[in-house]
């Protein structure tokens, strides 16, 4: 009887393998991986790296309906800046195609500070014009 190098199991080695370290497949693979770790991690940041593109192509095109060229005339068409604020600066993420999450409808492309400050308000008319109300209550030249 052996002890399986990798789940410490015990184990009889095949009758044409007596030097082996594994008890099955699976400990076998995991070794392998273990010794080849560096190279599985460099291989997946290659990959990742040469389908940014595609992936940013097919989210836009599940969630939205759109392609990365639609995004980008959509942008064009709004004077490439915030559809909200005017702001020319879409933020760290670029920009956010909003749209209705109840009719799915889209909106505008929106910058990032936007874009969160729809989804805090979550999307409520209501809760923006009392948010509105608020800050004009405690504007900076009305407070003494």
Same mark, same amino acid.
């Given at each position: ?38 190279a599985?991690?460099?291989k ?20 939205? *309906? ?17 559809a ?6 879409? *933020?760290?993420? *670029? ?12 909106? *505008? ?5 936007c ?30």
């Open positions: 009887m052996k002890v399986c190098a990798i789940c410490s199991g015990e184990f009889s080695p095949a009758f044409r393998h007596p030097h082996q370290l594994y008890c099955s497949q699976k400990c076998n693979d995991a070794a392998y991986y273990e010794r080849n770790k560096m599985f991690s460099r997946a940041r290659v990959r990742n790296s040469y389908n940014v593109e595609q992936r940013r192509a097919k989210h836009y095109r599940v969630a939205y *309906g759109i392609t990365l060229d639609q995004k980008a005339e959509r942008i064009r068409q709004q004077g490439g800046c915030c909200a604020c005017g702001t020319t600066d879409p *933020g760290q993420k *670029g920009w956010h195609t909003d749209h209705d999450h109840e009719t799915d409808k889209l909106r *505008g492309e929106l910058c990032g500070n874009n969160r400050a729809l989804g805090y308000a979550q999307d409520s008319i209501e809760r923006l014009y009392k948010l509105i109300t608020y800050l004009e209550r405690y504007s900076s030249d009305e407070v003494s």
